[in-house]
């Protein structure tokens, strides 16, 4: 049976990897609503197949996960044989919020007017 890993990506920020299957993304984070600061807590799982973002300018782009180790998560784009891989800290910073309905809405909005 596979061991999961646990990294502290930054303080108060986890991911724990189940190679080859799984990430889970948890932790805490502040944020700024006019002059008040609070704390978010999240946890978002991803699996190899879900959808996940690794890429954004104006758009958001996303992909398949094909790959995930202790040290990366590899994507894979709908179009194009180039995998994208990102470091754990780069997937999480990207994807800790990840919503791929909103994603895809956003984009589409986004989209009427570039």
Do not use: C, H
Request: hydrophobic share 30%.
């Amino acid at each position: 049976m596979p061991k999961n890993v646990l990294i502290e990506v930054k303080p108060g920020e986890w991911a724990e990897i189940e190679k080859g299957k799984s990430i889970r993304l948890f932790g805490a984070r502040k944020r700024w609503e006019g002059s008040e600061e609070s704390v978010a807590l999240y946890e978002t799982k991803f699996e190899v197949g879900s959808e996940a973002e690794y890429d954004s300018f104006n758009l958001s782009y996303t992909g398949t996960i094909v790959s995930i180790t202790d040290k990366t998560v590899t994507i894979q784009p709908p179009y194009g044989d180039k995998k994208k891989r990102l470091k754990i800290a780069t997937f999480q910073w990207r994807n800790w919020n990840f919503d791929a309905e909103e994603t895809s809405r956003k984009n589409s909005e986004t989209m009427m007017y570039i």
